[in-house]
């Protein structure tokens, strides 16, 4: 098993660096949150009243460290990479790599990598056996299959969730669509299960 701390690719010009909305770190006095804006250091007030840093998640492009995890693949090792969502860089035509204060979605940087190692398949594992629509009502309902169109449309209607299960959908969506080939969303212990075409969502092209 190896660990590879992992940078991955961003665009400098990126919308979303200049639209921060990622809480990180602990809350904040009052005194502190006050001079971190005074740094340029965008803050805000969580879902519990807490003064937090925000910054910008921008759409992962690629894996710096890709022919690094292939190397190790082909030696049969199981490797751990991407955690966090990878440490954001940009290219810089001047200074070459640069760090970039940002947090990557971990689902998004899972389908670039899965993407660039030409994997046939990608496995999201997570808390719950499958997709569910009407999450949290009693008419919740969970999706075995669907296509890619239909995953962008009931995105684009607020059916999953920004935080929660929408990036693993949206992540899994992206893969399909590029690749054309499978990506099942599902709890751990139903994992095996899921990829021999019982229980969890498969995304479809």
């Given at each position: ?9 961003v ?22 949150a006050?001079e ?6 965008p ?7 807490h003064?937090r ?10 894996i710096?460290?890709l022919a ?10 199981l ?14 035509r001047v200074l070459?790599?640069?760090?970039v204060?940002?947090?990557?979605d971990?689902?998004l940087?899972?389908?670039v ?6 994997a ?15 999450w ?8 075995s ?13 607020g059916?999953?969730?920004e ?9 899994a969506a ?12 599902t ?11 019982v ?6 092209p």
């Open positions: 098993m190896v660990t590879v701390l992992t940078q991955v690719e665009a400098a010009d990126d919308p979303a660096l200049k639209d921060p909305k990622k809480f990180i770190g602990h809350g904040l006095s009052v005194a502190r006050r971190l804006r005074a740094q340029d250091h803050v805000k007030k969580d879902a519990k009243g003064f840093r925000v910054v910008g998640s921008p759409q992962p492009l690629s710096h460290e690094t995890i292939k190397a190790l693949l082909e030696r049969d090792s490797v751990i990479a991407c955690g966090g969502g990878g440490i954001p860089i940009y290219r810089d070459g790599l640069e760090g204060d940002a947090v990557i971990k689902d940087a899972a389908a990598l899965a993407r660039e190692l030409g046939e398949l990608f496995l999201i594992l997570t808390d719950v056996d499958a997709v569910y629509t009407g949290g009502t009693d008419e919740k309902r969970a999706i299959s669907m296509s890619v169109a239909e995953a962008d449309k009931l995105a684009s209607e059916a999953f969730g935080g929660s299960m929408g990036p693993k959908v949206a992540a992206d893969y399909v669509r590029r690749t054309q080939g499978r990506a099942i969303i709890e751990l212990s139903k994992g095996r299960a899921a990829v021999q075409g229980g969890g969502t498969e995304i479809v």
